[in-house]
Nanobody, 115 residues
């Protein structure tokens, strides 16, 4: 059984920053991919970025520049540093883990960008 626990969301003013964290626990082994997706109201869930436990990073084109993903493979934890936030970044951010062909999702953390 795998569990994902997210933290770090909240309310931030435009131009602000947040750091999201996601810790995975349970049967974590072998090569895996962790990352973040987000879903804004009325929109489909979209990729933000992923990282493997070997350090390979992938960003959605629209997320490059303001968002930085990093990971600590020893802790099975992934981070998302979000900078220069805009109101359109308001969404529920979901942690994602894919291992041995199975995908797992966190419950999501709300990020609201508003003045």
């Amino acid at each position: 059984q795998v569990q994902l626990v997210e933290s770090g969301g909240g309310l931030v003013q435009p131009g602000g920053s947040l750091r999201l964290s996601c810790a995975a626990s349970g049967s974590i082994f072998s090569i895996y991919t962790m990352g973040w997706y987000r879903q804004a109201p009325g929109k489909q869930r979209e990729l933000v970025a992923t990282i493997t436990n070997g350090g390979t990073v992938n960003y959605a084109d629209s997320m490059k520049g303001r968002f930085t993903i990093s990971g600590d493979s020893a802790k099975n934890t992934v981070y998302l540093q979000t900078n220069s936030l805009k109101p359109e970044d308001t969404a529920v951010y979901y942690c994602y883990l894919r291992i041995v062909g199975t995908s797992y999702w966190g419950q999501g953390t709300q990020v609201t960008v508003s003045s």
